[in-house]
């Protein structure tokens, strides 16, 4: 309903503008005793003797004279009463260049009156005349228009009287003429220029980059309403075929922007278009002069035509949509194509008429695109606000998600680390104090006689030192730095001493560990290797020789540990034995690899441990 009220009341508007238009123009013609016209030649200084012709105004010659291109002359006369009377003269326009006279004196001449001619058809003109050019008893207007047949040449309405009358009138003529045009050319520009700007930062809106070019194109086409010199073209023609080109490309701009304002794409349609537009572009290029009236009107019509679809398509889209910015711009076309239907009827030269309303009707219009792109822009802008919180929301479940997950994880590190913790004391308490009490109690019972005090004093030492090795461990503190040989020779001292006493031979070979020196708990972890495995031997294997080697090849530490016993599956032994896994663990930390061979001729273990990884330092 909102819409069909808009349509009647645009309908009402236009009939106004008509009725008020009509009624001025015979407004004009009173006071005149005669209008008279005559046809002369191009570079005629003065009106003809003969070939007087009555006239009415607006006068197109070319309705009576058709294809005449020269010069009309147009003669006007009138009775004045008192010549000291205030009085004032105004000639809607001339087609389309022109000078005037009163009773022999000049009172205006446009620059150009031979090609290129001056663009003066669209301006009003006005004079304030007084004596001695105003004369009492008769006055002669005369007023030389210089035009061609294809362009509507003649004189518009011309108007004499009260000079505020003709004043009031000239204002008005002058804002529909000048004013309205100038202003919608200026605001066409910037509208299109600003656009472009949006398309240039963001390429994917399309709708934006066919909009600004459809206003350029707009722009030029208007520009015809403004410019009053020829420039830059040497002929009336240039200027007409460059217009209509400019047309024809607004039309085709604005149907693909219709097309991407739906989001449709038809790549077939839009090359035709194209095409057509191309067809038309070079028949206004090259068409001669006498055939560029009626090639002028057909491509106006075609980009009407082409205009009109755009519209007609839309329209049917907005049914199913139901949009309000969709509606908004059917309004706005609505309004174009009324104005445009009037300016092709008086482009044609079907209405007597010489104001065309697009440039009127273009401020409506601009102000309904700018409701349109502003409706568009707020509800991307809605959107992007309504994503935004989405997202919002949804990272702060995340972080949520990710806090608590790392309260679990940071639980099972603590939990694991505490594990750690309790099993490498275990595994310290195992390898050190267990397997010293072991030794010593193996000790005290192969002994035959009575343990001497100085030896049970040297047990109780190496258990406190033991003890203290595992509170150093366990609680961080560490000894200083010291080489591997140091680390092992008092292992090497009680553990070749336990093998004596049961008769066991022991070797030692440590070549090149004196030159390393480890961090604490990689020097504490081969210790314990040597310790397991020599304890193992004692223990379990029944040998007869152990050997202990310790190499440095290359960058590789390798540690090996061998006796003449009876050997063992190491694959069971793995699996049962606290010792195996805790030699295992440590050789794992160390980086290295550790090998268990056992046959029955005897066992070998080796450790195998690249330097670079524990860090090792060469002793100076």
């Keep these: 309903m909102r819409v ?164 009031a009138r000239y204002d008005a003529a002058q804002i529909v003429r000048r004013t309205l045009p100038t202003f919608n050319l200026g605001i066409t520009v910037a509208l299109a220029s600003f656009f472009l700007a949006i398309w240039l930062m963001r390429r994917r809106e399309t709708a934006y980059g066919w909009y600004s070019m459809a206003t350029f194109a707009w722009a030029g086409y208007s520009l015809n309403l403004v410019a009053r010199s020829p420039w830059p073209f040497a002929t009336t023609d240039g200027w007409a075929r460059t217009t209509i080109v400019f047309l024809l490309l607004f039309a085709v701009s604005h149907c693909l922007f219709i097309l991407r304002f739906l989001d449709r794409r038809y790549p077939r349609a839009e090359m035709l278009l194209w095409a057509g537009f191309a067809v038309g572009a070079l028949c206004l290029v090259a068409v001669p002069h006498s055939l560029i009236d009626t090639t002028r009107v057909a491509m106006s019509g075609a980009a009407f035509a082409i205009y009109c679809g755009a519209v007609l398509f839309l329209f049917v889209q907005t049914a199913r949509s139901r949009r309000i910015d969709h509606w908004v711009l059917n309004v706005s076309n609505v309004l174009t194509i009324a104005a445009g239907a009037h300016d092709n009827l008086t482009f044609a030269g079907l209405l007597d008429d010489n104001i065309y309303y697009s440039p009127v009707t273009s401020q409506m219009l601009i102000i309904c695109m700018a409701t349109v792109l502003a409706w568009r822009f707020v509800s991307a802008a809605t959107r992007v606000e309504r994503f935004n919180e989405e997202l919002g929301e949804k990272v702060e479940v995340a972080r949520r998600e990710t806090a608590a997950a790392l309260r679990r994880q940071h639980e099972l590190e603590l939990a694991g680390s505490r594990m750690a913790e309790r099993i490498d004391l275990v595994r310290n308490l195992h390898d050190g104090m267990g397997t010293t009490l072991v030794n010593n109690i193996a000790v005290l019972e192969h002994g035959e006689r009575a343990v001497p005090a100085g030896r049970f004093l040297s047990i109780l030492k190496e258990l406190r030192e033991e003890l203290r090795l595992i509170i150093d461990t366990t609680t961080g503190a560490q000894a200083a730095d010291r080489s591997l040989t140091e680390w092992i020779a008092p292992l090497r001292s009680r553990l070749t001493l336990l093998c004596e006493n049961q008769d066991i031979k022991c070797n030692w070979r440590l070549d090149g560990a004196g030159a390393h020196i480890l961090p604490f708990a990689q020097s504490l972890d081969i210790t314990r290797v040597v310790q397991e495995g020599v304890t193992n031997a004692l223990r379990h294997s029944g040998a007869s020789e152990i050997a202990v080697a310790l190499a440095s090849i290359g960058d590789r530490l390798t540690l090996t540990i061998s006796d003449n016993g009876r050997g063992f599956d190491p694959a069971c032994a793995r699996d049962e034995g606290l010792g195996l896994r805790s030699m295992a663990s440590r050789a794992a930390r160390l980086g290295g690899a550790l090998d268990i061979r056992s046959t029955r001729d005897g066992t070998m273990v080796i450790l195998e441990i690249s330097q670079a990884p524990v860090n090792s330092l060469t002793k100076s």
């Design 4 to 167: 069909v009220s808009c349509l009647r009341w645009l309908a009402c508007l236009f009939l106004v503008v008509v009725a008020v238009d009509e009624a001025a123009a015979k407004e004009g013609t009173v006071g005149f005793r005669t209008i008279e016209a005559a046809r002369s030649d191009w570079n005629a200084a003065v009106p003809p003797n003969s070939g007087w012709e009555r006239v009415t105004l607006p006068d197109d010659w070319s309705r009576r004279w058709p294809r005449f291109d020269g010069v009309v002359w147009y003669r006007l006369t009138w009775q004045q009463g008192d010549a000291a009377r205030p009085t004032a003269l105004m000639i809607d326009y001339w087609t389309l260049a022109g000078a005037a006279y009163l009773n022999g004196q000049l009172l205006e001449r446009d620059p150009r009156l031979v090609e290129p001619l001056s663009r003066s058809w669209n301006a009003p003109r006005r004079w304030q005349l007084a004596p001695p050019m105003l004369r009492e008893g008769k006055n002669v207007l005369l007023v030389r228009v210089s035009g061609q047949a294809v362009y509507q040449p003649g004189l518009g309405v011309a108007t004499l009287g009260d000079p505020a009358r003709i004043s």
